[in-house]
T-cell receptor, first 116, second 113 residues
Framework: GAVVSQHPSWVICKSGTSVKIECRSL??????MFWYRQFPKQSLMLMAT?????????EQGVEKDKFLINHASLTLSTLTVTSAHPEDSSFYIC????????????FGPGTRLTVL | QQQVKQSPQSLIVQKGGISIINCAYE??????FPWYQQFPGKGPALLIA?????SEKKEGRFTISFNKSAKQFSLHIMDSQPGDSATYFC????????????FGKGTKLSVIP
């Protein structure tokens, strides 16, 4: 149990285009999901907290107009990188909070974004 | 401000040995301390977690030791295997309805035959 999927697992796009990444909790409902960014050999950097049915909460320094987050259902959150540039190339990871005992957080497998 | 300090940054252990990774925290509101294992190109996987009402939790070869007064916790991997080679992250979460995790910077573990 407690499986979180991400799609796509990797994507290459041209500079200026937009890319959408999906995060799904497959066997549990998640009112709260998180989006992280991870650079090589570094820790996870929280970008935003996604709450079902409400606006996402962005961390300081994260452009909300560039990284659009939608959490339309209890099992799906999407991150759209708008007008992507090479500096947006990174490993994006989502996580979903399984409510109940422990409130454990489970991570997706990540999406490697490369912007040419 | 780094709220969770993790050490060492990297660790090399021989097969069969004990791997020990340490974390320290400042925020006394933290009440949940998970450890995650991450392989290259993959997302972190929850390994084991502890709450401050216990001093130790063991699951198979993995043990968390927790010292509330010192605000420190550690991960012990017994009988380390080459397959344990990965990056390990400690994390902490404040209670009162907060789900947000604060991560350490990670420890790259290499288990050599």
């Amino acid at each position: 149990g407690a499986v979180v999927s991400q799609h796509p697992s990797w994507v290459i796009c041209k500079s200026g285009t937009s890319v959408k990444i999906e995060c799904r909790s497959l066997d549990f409902q998640a009112t709260t999901m998180f989006w992280y960014r991870q650079f090589p050999k570094q820790s996870l950097m929280l970008m935003a907290t996604s709450n079902e049915g409400s606006k996402a909460t962005y961390e300081q320094g994260v452009e909300k107009d560039k990284f659009l987050i939608n959490h339309a259902s209890l099992t799906l959150s999407t991150l759209t990188v708008t007008s992507a540039h090479p500096e947006d190339s990174s490993f994006y990871i989502c996580s979903a909070n399984r409510q109940g005992q422990g409130n454990e957080q489970f991570f997706g497998p990540g999406t490697r974004l490369t912007v040419l | 401000q780094q709220q969770v300090k993790q050490s060492p940054q990297s660790l090399i252990v021989q097969k069969g040995g004990i791997s020990i990774i340490n974390c320290a925290y400042e925020n006394t509101a933290f009440d949940y301390f998970p450890w995650y294992q991450q392989f290259p190109g993959k997302g972190p996987a929850l390994l084991i977690a502890i709450r401050p009402d216990v001093s130790e939790k063991k699951e198979g070869r993995f043990t968390i030791s927790f010292n509330k007064s010192a605000k420190q916790f550690s991960l012990h991997i017994m009988d380390s295997q080459p397959g344990d080679s990965a990056t390990y992250f400690c994390a902490a979460r404040a209670g009162a309805g907060s789900y947000q995790l604060t991560f350490g910077k990670g420890t790259k573990l290499s288990v050599i035959p």
